[in-house]
């Protein structure tokens, strides 16, 4: 299958996946070569839009990952403590980021 081989070397199986672009390979040496040959960071950019079609659970925990981040810049330890990811998403109202 097609789907299964690592995109990079095109031989082996693949067992990751970048975060930054998706490309798929199978081990570091393959890992490594894809950064240098497409100049990706290897990074998930917060911001993007994904379509529905695309959003799947590790996109939901990566939100929810963010949430956790931005939470814990605007409390303090001793405040954020109190609070889990979810209750944060309705601390923040949408005018905060305009």
């Known amino acids: 299958m097609k789907d ?3 995109e990079e070397c095109k ?4 067992k990751y ?8 390979s ?4 393959c890992v490594k070569a894809h950064k240098q040959r497409t100049g990706c960071t290897g990074k998930r950019k917060f911001t993007d839009v994904v379509p529905l079609s695309k959003f799947d659970d590790n996109l939901l925990l ?15 330890f001793r405040d954020f403590q109190k609070f889990s990811p979810l209750k944060c998403l309705f601390v923040f109202d949408s005018s905060m980021f305009d």
């Open 17 to 24: 996946k970048c975060p930054g672009c998706s490309i798929r």
């Open 11 to 14: 031989q082996n199986p693949w």
């Open 26 to 29: 199978c081990a570091l040496p």
């Open 62 to 76: 990566s939100g929810i990952i963010l949430i956790w981040v931005l939470c814990e810049s605007v409390f303090s």
């Open 4 to 6: 299964s081989v690592c």
